[in-house]
């Protein structure tokens, strides 16, 4: 006898829209659409409208309660995963709001699962992306800050409450940058593509004969100026390798504690492809502990994009 295919309910719960997804055992998002949020019209609305999104994505697929194992969720903010706990929520305006129980009501006691939307990204990553098959590996997020999500055997490593690590603000330098947490010296301050900017701005008004300035003004600056400009002008190259060293310093302190297989990197800086990549390796090679005796730490770009909200969501109930 066939035995019944398994579908899950994926959901990418954002501040202006909900996304959702039904994805089948293999990491395949067969059917998905999306709807906006309505956050303005208060929490037990959002509820609804999640419900109303699963049970239309159900019906496209002609599916029943009992062909899907569950929905799973990822909503930004800080959650306990494990109540099911909105904690807070700045996007949604939510304070200790129980999400997971109001879905799993609306749907008829479905099972309703969790997760901070970072962290269900990495588990998508590690289930079915650039990390498919890794038991432990760690997603850094390159972004306005610097995110990060951990699977350790396999699992969201999620810390106490579920509040998640907060790997972008250990300190690389003593007394160093001023990061937005309040402490001195953050991986973030030195890494986000915040930082990038500050400091190719830096070097733009350091050195006027900058061939940087051919971008028009400082209003102009991106994460991807020094870049651009890296080959041609030493101000630029003198950015790009600053960046690199000290990003490379954090992966290595990542790579340090938790040994994982594969750092993933995501976010917008990650468009630079093999120019981050390659430098990075080799200056993560050099500084891990054992070096070339000890397991070797690959670092590689994330793939899945946009779909690993949804992918990780239903990996959630996996
Ligand atoms: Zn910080």
């Given at each position: 006898?066939?035995?019944?295919?398994?579908?899950?309910?994926?959901?990418?719960?954002?501040?202006?829209?909900?996304?959702?997804?039904?994805?089948?055992?293999?990491?395949?998002i067969?059917?998905?659409?999306?709807?906006?949020?309505?956050?303005?019209?208060?929490?037990?609305?959002?509820?609804?409208?999640?419900?109303?999104?699963?049970?239309?994505?159900?019906?496209a697929?002609?599916?029943?309660?009992?062909?899907?194992?569950?929905?799973?969720?990822?909503?930004?903010?800080?959650?306990?995963?494990?109540?099911?706990?909105?904690i807070?929520?700045?996007?949604l305006?939510?304070?200790?709001?129980?999400?997971?129980?109001?879905?799993?009501?609306?749907?008829?006691?479905?099972?309703?699962?969790i997760?901070?939307d970072a962290?269900?990204?990495?588990?998508?990553?590690?289930?079915?992306g650039?990390?498919?098959?890794?038991?432990?590996?760690?997603?850094?997020?390159?972004?306005?800050?610097?995110?990060?999500?951990?699977?350790?055997?396999?699992?969201?490593?999620?810390?106490?409450?579920?509040?998640?690590?907060?790997?972008?603000?250990?300190?690389?330098?003593?007394?160093?940058?001023?990061?937005?947490?309040?402490?001195?010296?953050?991986?973030?301050?030195?890494s986000?593509?915040?930082?990038?900017?500050?400091?190719?701005r830096r070097?733009?008004?350091?050195h006027?004969?900058?061939?940087?300035?051919?971008?028009?003004?400082?209003?102009?600056?991106?994460?991807?100026?020094?870049?651009?400009?890296?080959?041609?002008?030493p101000?630029?190259?003198?950015?790009?390798?600053?960046?690199?060293?000290?990003?490379?310093?954090?992966?290595?302190?990542?790579?340090?504690?938790?040994?994982?297989?594969?750092?993933?990197?995501?976010?917008?800086?990650?468009?630079?492809?093999?120019n981050?990549?390659?430098?990075?390796?080799?200056?993560?090679?050099k500084?891990?502990?054992?070096?070339e005796?000890?397991?070797k730490?690959?670092?590689?770009?994330?793939?899945?994009?946009?779909?690993?909200?949804?992918?990780?969501?239903?990996?959630?109930?996996?």
């Amino acid at each position: 006898m066939e035995q019944k295919k398994k579908y899950y309910v994926g959901i990418d719960l954002g501040g202006t829209f909900i996304k959702g997804g039904i994805v089948d055992e293999a990491g395949e998002i067969v059917y998905s659409d999306k709807v906006p949020t309505e956050t303005e019209k208060g929490g037990e609305r959002v509820a609804m409208n999640i419900a109303v999104l699963a049970d239309t994505l159900m019906d496209a697929m002609h599916l029943t309660k009992d062909d899907v194992v569950g929905l799973g969720m990822g909503v930004p903010g800080m959650i306990d995963s494990k109540a099911g706990n909105v904690i807070f929520a700045g996007n949604l305006q939510w304070k200790d709001f129980h999400i997971a129980e109001k879905v799993s009501t609306l749907m008829g006691g479905m099972k309703v699962k969790i997760a901070n939307d970072a962290n269900v990204a990495a588990l998508g990553e590690a289930k079915f992306g650039a990390a498919k098959g890794c038991e432990n590996m760690v997603m850094i997020t390159l972004g306005t800050g610097v995110g990060a999500g951990i699977i350790a055997e396999g699992m969201l490593l999620e810390g106490n409450k579920s509040a998640g690590a907060e790997l972008g603000h250990s300190v690389i330098v003593m007394d160093g940058e001023q990061c937005s947490c309040g402490r001195k010296g953050c991986f973030e301050a030195y890494s986000s593509a915040t930082a990038l900017i500050r400091d190719t701005r830096r070097a733009m008004e350091a050195h006027r004969d900058s061939d940087m300035w051919e971008i028009g003004s400082l209003d102009e600056v991106t994460g991807k100026t020094a870049f651009d400009y890296k080959d041609a002008d030493p101000y630029a190259k003198e950015v790009v390798d600053h960046y690199l060293k000290h990003l490379a310093c954090g992966l290595a302190n990542v790579a340090n504690i938790f040994r994982p297989e594969i750092i993933l990197l995501g976010g917008g800086v990650c468009a630079q492809g093999n120019n981050l990549v390659k430098p990075l390796q080799k200056l993560l090679d050099k500084e891990i502990f054992a070096g070339e005796l000890g397991p070797k730490v690959k670092i590689r770009i994330a793939e899945l994009g946009n779909s690993a909200g949804l992918l990780g969501a239903a990996a959630l109930l996996m």
